[in-house]
T-cell receptor
Framework: DGGITQSPKYLFRKEGQNVTLSCEQNLNHDAMYWYRQDPGQGLRLIYYSQIVNDFQKGDIAEGYSVSREKKESFPLTVTSAQKNPTAFYLC????????????FGPGTRLTVL | SQKIEQNSEALNIQEGKTATLTCNYTNYSPAYLQWYRQDPGRGPVFLLLIRENEKEKRKERLKVTFDTTLKQSLFHITASQPADSATYLCALSGGSYIPTFGRGTSLIVHP
């Protein structure tokens, strides 16, 4: 059953701690993305990767880091440098071609206590 | 700067009526436009894609129009059902395949 998974569904973090969100896909997609969604806001692009071992900053990359060591995996680390990390985080993947459509995971809701 | 506008107010309609959602954009020349559906606490799901040289696209009860002169796309759901209640996002793509998403409009269909 192909798809994209994110874990955990809910995550709580104390201020000053780094936390890593998992994203895995078995769709054989080349491109992967991380978005942040706040209430009443659109999806804002954090980072994206078009191929393994390469990634680019999106619109709001400050305070976040990523890696792409495998085609299937694109973990996101929310560092203590991120000032307002409480949000809903969405991972997506796509073929990485023109007229692409994105396939989204179920999301991780991060709350900083 | 590039801007995508979707109604921030929820659209409330009665079951059986046609729902029409609007996506306007400025300072943008999209090659194509997509509509996604998002349910609360879940990831968006792709619905339809329309190219800049297409006026209209249909899929079952869904219809999308794209007017590059008006810089507007309309998304219609005919014979709406309570199960259609969700937030609908439009996304525009220009030269890059990476889309820019609007904030979405919430649709509430009352039985």
């Amino acid at each position: 059953d192909g798809g994209i998974t994110q874990s955990p569904k809910y995550l709580f973090r104390k201020e000053g701690q780094n936390v890593t969100l998992s994203c895995e896909q078995n769709l054989n997609h080349d491109a992967m993305y991380w978005y942040r969604q706040d209430p009443g806001q659109g999806l804002r692009l954090i980072y994206y990767s078009q191929i393994v071992n390469d990634f680019q900053k999106g619109d709001i990359a400050e305070g976040y880091s990523v890696s792409r060591e495998k085609k299937e995996s694109f973990p996101l680390t929310v560092t203590s440098a991120q000032k307002n990390p409480t949000a809903f985080y969405l991972c997506a993947s796509s073929m990485g071609a023109r007229e692409d459509t994105q396939y989204f995971g179920p999301g991780t809701r991060l709350t900083v206590l | 700067s590039q801007k995508i506008e979707q109604n921030s107010e929820a659209l409330n309609i009665q079951e059986g009526k046609t729902a029409t959602l609007t996506c306007n954009y400025t300072n943008y020349s999209p090659a194509y436009l997509q509509w996604y559906r998002q349910d609360p606490g879940r990831g968006p799901v792709f619905l339809l894609l329309i190219r800049e040289n297409e006026k209209e696209k249909r899929k079952e009860r869904l219809k999308v129009t794209f007017d590059t002169t008006l810089k507007q796309s309309l998304f219609h759901i005919t014979a709406s059902q309570p199960a259609d209640s969700a937030t609908y996002l439009c996304a525009l793509s220009g030269g890059s395949y990476i889309p820019t998403f609007g904030r979405g409009t919430s649709l509430i269909v009352h039985p």
